[in-house]
Nanobody, 118 residues
């Protein structure tokens, strides 16, 4: 079992940056693939990106080149660095953890709001 808590959301102007954090409690953080997802009002939740146990990353086309994911296993924390933010990035952002051998993300945080507006 792992519990996840996101932080770092807020209001930012277009073109600005934010860094979200996802703090995990529980055992064996380094064994999880960590993912970031978002859900805008009236829309379905969508994949943003993931970071594997070995540090490899993958991103949705909509954020590629602007967002980056990292992890600090010593701190049990994953990060989502968001640059060149656009109004369409406005959403609740969730982090999630996927256990080894699983195809789906099993554990989810409660989300943090990101609003991009002038």
């Amino acid at each position: 079992q792992v519990q996840l808590l996101e932080s770092g959301g807020g209001v930012v102007q277009p073109g600005g940056s934010l860094r979200l954090s996802c703090a995990a409690s529980g055992a064996a953080f380094s064994t999880y693939t960590m993912g970031w997802f978002r859900q805008a009002p009236g829309k379905e939740r969508e994949f943003v990106g993931r970071i594997y146990q070995n540090g490899g990353t993958g991103y949705a086309d909509s954020v590629k080149g602007r967002f980056s994911i990292s992890r600090d296993n010593a701190k049990n924390t994953a990060y989502l660095q968001m640059n060149s933010l656009k109004p369409e990035d406005t959403a609740v952002y969730y982090c999630a953890a996927r256990s080894v051998g699983r195809l789906t993300f099993d554990y989810w945080g409660q989300g943090t709001q990101v609003t991009v507006s002038s």
